[in-house]
Nanobody, 122 residues
Framework: QVQLVESGGGLVQAGGSLRLSCVASGRTFQVYAMGWFRQAPEKEREFVASISGNGGSTRFADSVKGRFTISRDNTKNTAYLQMNNLKPEDTAVYYC???????????????WGQGTQVTVSS
């Protein structure tokens, strides 16, 4: 069974940075795409970023382009989300997710982590 464990969330001031990590287990990590999603209070969960299995292709939501980067270390079964120039509107629970696709995650991945809270103060 695929398991995803996020870490790295916290409280940061606007303009600051955080790096989220997602450790995966339960299957061959380097084959499948990984993604990050977020859900703010009283809002629907939304896509943030994704990376292909080999790390060669990435995709970002317009709201985070130029501020967030996504990467992966296939030797550590870990995906990362580097978040720079954070804004109060980035406040949300951030989830790592994956499914059975190689080049990108779908809109509703099959596997999710428990989430990590990111709070950006103004």
């Amino acid at each position: 069974q695929v398991q995803l464990v996020e870490s790295g969330g916290g409280l940061v001031q606007a303009g600051g940075s955080l790096r989220l990590s997602c450790v995966a287990s339960g299957r061959t990590f380097q084959v499948y795409a990984m993604g990050w999603f977020r859900q703010a209070p009283e809002k629907e969960r939304e896509f943030v970023a994704s990376i292909s299995g080999n790390g060669g292709s990435t995709r970002f939501a317009d709201s985070v382009k130029g501020r967030f980067t996504i990467s992966r270390d296939n030797t550590k079964n870990t995906a990362y989300l580097q978040m720079n120039n954070l804004k109060p509107e980035d406040t949300a629970v951030y989830y790592c997710a994956t499914d059975w696709l190689f080049s990108d995650v779908g809109s509703r991945p099959d596997f999710w982590g428990q989430g990590t809270q990111v709070t950006v103060s103004s």
